[in-house]
């Protein structure tokens, strides 16, 4: 008995491998689905796309088999051909052989490679299916757009698999008869035989019908032109490539029926002809016409033949992009501001954030990291009510980092090191007498004050940070926190994670990470588990890719203590017609989905939030069970739901575009606006928007807000602002305040330019620049108060040495043509508005030393405490003017008030 030849025994192992590659994370998936729940997705996923391998790994063989079999066994007409033959290829007694052994397995791989091209393909067969109307149709073939989002897609598709294996099988047939000797080059010309010409002619004629149903469908593609004045079809497309496509699709099947013809008739002069003028039309129809049509009948009066197209393409995009629901309003920005109004607009005041997430970051890892293992990745602005009043604050994971971990062996990165720990909590605008943030949360474990809710689930086993896999409920030591010189260790008592009880659990999970610890490790007990995708942002993915997800997931604090991360999903798609697109993204995209992930078991939920939105409903059907109605959040989780940023600003930005609804002002960008751009970091950048708690003109109360501002195009001055509002019952709902385009409203980047040129501010930022110190400039922010404006920029003070601390040291505040700049907002608000602001109980800086925050938005004092401020801020000016005896007099009347102060208290 002969022994195996190497080389087979070396295919056998790589078939065996291969086969591994791919059962190992199928069978390691589908653990991971069953143990989030979700193991219908994985499932539904899974079996259409064998379905669909099977379909078309099947049709293109059998499709390839049928032609390339049928030329196999076709024979040379003329032994004489093959004397004939100018391409000296070898004879037919040795291509016959070759071709029998060799043409089975060729066309196995380029079935097998079909079959696993066509797997990618399953949304949009899951679409098709379960898409449903928009009951909105478009300007142009009058079809329901689900034609172009669900319908059109497939079409397409299908179309594009039959034209390239036609194509492919031409190519491969051609191939196969020259070798065959059927089609020869000779020194008289080609000779065909007899039956490779039929063979030929009749793949020909199924290749000119598909290409006629191409162009058929090419038609429907001119809504998504972008050749015009407008995304979108236009004048020319219309009125010249619209009628040459249909005569194409015609033509492309006349050609087809002469090559069905031609089978009957010597020669090729009936197809030639035909493909001649389809050519001829092609190029001239679809490249010369339209350029003359554009030219002759077009560019003299642009505006009249693409008036109608540019109303399709204004209306369709504010439709795709939400824009047609912004309710537009007129703000006066009058200079009317006083403090009787700052008082009515306390909590406004109050919430103004003075905390930038750059120096916040940096003062947060020197405080509160704790350990070189943990970091703070992010600040995230949220709302909560304290003590029963609504505030705004800034909250930050402490994540551990794998990377900055002292010793990077397996047990420390699996079994040892598995989680971050609790967050910080600081208010937006309360600074301590050090300047540096004051913390409703702070320390290991995290200790809450102020009414803040008390965390009593603060291990992140999820988060933005984390490694391939870690394992719980094992033999070793699992770290909790760090207390002092020793730690305290924990042991997981959460359901998340895959039970790795089994010892094929184990090999399978050691061959995914390519890790044979897993398999041997001792540590490991029949009550581990495995927890793997941590990342939340790859877990959520994860589960359902078929959406699209922000970029900035968000931690929140449940009423309970428990930590929950919400992520922003969305659906898009790029074919909405007449709807101009955003790069890399789309022309269409809706805030459908809010999604829920816990970050001690890992559990991730998927909720409805737009049920008008037909793309999310076609995926709810595809998979029932994944999204779950809105109502069914949990309340304490609801309260903190907010308008995402990254959906508000693709909106801001196509509103400064589209809110121009006239044809002819669009036409001429009249009145185009840009989101403003500053000098950030030594880069010129758009202002980002932000989320601050005010009261929207013409409301009630306070609520939680997403802003951005408009600046007039290549222009600095303000023209209006946009606001998303987040609160329960007006959640999504846009409102746009317009400026009087006759008023000037000073815009960020001229504010910071008389910033720059006042006296008394240049000259302090140059002397603290000048002390070894650098000066962080903060982000200069808006307010809108009743029917003003005012602007505020936190001033911060760094060391130049590695590991300096940003310090809050004056904040700059600016109201029409006024500017102040003080130690802290009350102060600034008081130098601009007089001493009746709503932080008149705040305390003049005191001395650096530890001591209570001071709250820019306190409660106003008695009588007595007013008379002390109004005193100090009197000796303020008078030092300020160098008025000596005014400063004297100014402090024994704060002496005495202070004094009589201090004695009503007692």
């Not at 992140?460 to 070793?476: D, K, M, P, Q």
Request: with cysteine.
């Amino acid at each position: 008995m002969s022994r195996p030849k190497p080389i087979v025994l070396l295919l056998l192992v790589v078939i065996v491998l291969g086969l591994v590659a791919q059962v190992v994370p199928f069978y390691t998936d589908w653990l991971w689905f069953g143990e989030v729940g979700y193991p219908q997705v994985f499932t539904g996923i899974l079996a259409l796309r064998g379905v669909l391998f099977l379909a078309m790994a099947v049709g293109v063989l059998l499709f390839l088999w049928a032609n390339l079999t049928l030329a196999a066994r076709t024979a040379a007409p003329d032994v004489l051909w093959e004397l004939e033959d100018q391409l000296g290829l070898p004879g037919r007694v040795v291509i016959e052989p070759l071709i029998r052994r060799f043409l089975p397995v060729v066309l196995a791989l380029i079935a097998l490679a079909s079959g696993l091209r066509a797997t990618t393909s399953w949304g949009t067969i899951l679409e098709y299916r379960n898409g449903g109307p928009f009951g909105v149709a478009d300007p142009l073939f009058g079809r329901d757009l689900s034609f172009f989002v669900f319908v059109l897609p497939l079409w397409r598709l299908v179309y594009g698999w039959a034209f390239t294996l036609v194509i492919a099988t031409i190519v491969l047939t051609l191939a196969i008869y020259v070798l065959q000797r059927s089609l020869v080059l000779t020194t008289r010309g080609p000779r065909l035989a007899a039956g490779a010409r039929t063979h030929l002619l009749g793949l020909a004629a199924l290749a000119l019908a598909l290409r006629a149903v191409g162009f058929w469908l090419d038609r429907f593609d001119l809504v998504y032109s972008p050749r015009g004045v407008v995304f979108g079809a236009a004048y020319s497309d219309v009125y010249g490539s619209l009628p040459v496509l249909g005569a194409l699709a015609v033509l492309a099947g006349l050609c087809a029926v002469a090559c069905l013809v031609q089978i009957t008739r010597p020669g090729l002069r009936l197809i030639l002809g035909g493909l001649l003028a389809l050519g001829l039309v092609w190029v001239g129809g679809l490249g010369i016409y339209p350029a003359l049509l554009q030219r002759f009948r077009v560019a003299p009066n642009e505006f009249v033949a693409e008036r109608p197209f540019i109303e399709h393409n204004i209306r369709m995009t504010r439709q795709a992009y939400g824009l047609d629901r912004i309710e537009e309003r007129v703000f006066p920005a009058e200079e009317t501001l006083d403090a009787r109004a700052l008082e009515r607009n306390a909590a406004t005041i109050k919430n103004i954030r003075l905390w930038d997430p750059r120096p916040l970051l940096r003062t947060y890892g020197q405080l509160q990291e704790i350990r070189t293992y943990y970091k703070f990745t992010d600040v995230d602005n949220d709302r909560y009510t304290i003590d029963g009043e609504y505030r705004q604050l800034m909250l930050s994971p402490r994540e551990l980092s794998y990377p900055h971990l002292q010793s990077r062996v397996w047990i420390n990165e699996a079994l040892a090191f598995t989680h971050g720990f609790g967050v910080v909590v600081g208010p937006v605008n309360r600074v301590t007498p050090e300047g540096l943030p004051d913390f409703l949360v702070k320390d290991i474990p995290p200790a809450a004050t102020g009414g803040f809710p008390k965390i009593t689930r603060p291990e992140l086993y999820f988060g933005e940070l984390s490694n391939e896999y870690v394992i719980v409920r094992t033999r070793a030591l699992e770290l909790d926190y760090p207390a002092g010189d020793k730690n305290v260790y924990t042991r997981y008592a959460g359901t998340g994670g895959i039970p790795i009880s089994s010892w094929l659990r184990k090999l399978a999970f050691a061959a995914r990470f390519g890790e044979v610890k897993i398999l041997l490790s001792d540590d490991l007990t029949a009550e581990s588990r495995l927890m793997m995708y941590r990342g939340i942002a790859r877990r959520v993915r994860q589960i359902a890719p078929f959406f699209r997800y922000d970029r900035d997931p968000y931690i929140v604090v449940t009423p309970e203590g428990r930590l929950v991360w919400m992520l922003d999903g969305y659906t898009v798609t790029d074919r909405y017609p007449y709807s101009d697109p955003v790069p890399g993204l789309g022309n269409y995209i809706r805030n459908s989905v809010k999604v829920t992930i816990d970050a001690y078991d890992g559990a991730v939920t998927f909720y409805l939030a737009d049920p008008g939105d037909p793309i999310v409903r076609a995926w709810a059907r595809a998979f029932p069970g994944l999204l779950k109605p809105l109502a069914e959040m949990p309340a304490g989780l609801r309260a903190h739901i907010r308008y995402p940023e990254d959906f508000f600003a693709i909106q801001a930005r196509k509103y400064a575009i589209y809110h121009m609804r006239d044809p002819q002002v669009f036409y001429n960008k009249e009145d185009l606006w840009a989101i403003p751009r500053r000098s950030i970091e030594g880069r010129d950048r758009e202002m980002d928007p932000y989320y601050t708690i005010m009261r929207l003109p013409g409301e009630r109360r306070e609520e939680f807000v997403l802003l951005t501002l408009f600046n007039p195009s290549r222009r600095d001055n303000m023209i209006g602002w946009l606001a998303a509002r987040s609160d329960p019952p007006n959640y999504g709902r846009l409102m746009v305040f317009d400026f009087p385009k006759q008023k000037l409203v000073f815009g960020p980047r001229q504010v910071d330019a008389r910033i720059d040129q006042d006296a008394v501010i240049s000259q302090q930022l140059s002397l603290w620049n000048q002390r070894g110190s650098s000066v962080i400039r903060g982000s200069l922010l808006a307010f809108p108060i009743e029917q003003s404006l005012i602007y505020v920029q936190p001033l911060y003070l760094a060391a130049s040495e590695q590991g300096a601390l940003p310090e809050l040291r004056r904040v700059i505040v600016a109201y029409g043509n006024q500017i102040a700049m003080e130690p802290t907002l009350e102060q600034s608000l008081a130098r601009i508005f007089g001493s009746r602001t709503p932080a008149a109980a705040a305390a003049p800086p005191a001395p650096p030393r530890a001591g209570p925050a001071l709250d820019a938005g306190a409660t106003p004092l008695r009588a007595l405490g007013r008379q002390a401020w109004e005193a100090w801020t009197r000796a303020q000016e008078a030092l300020r003017r160098g008025d000596w005896a005014a400063y004297g007099t100014e402090q024994k009347r704060l002496e005495e008030a202070l004094r009589a102060l201090a004695e009503a208290r007692r």
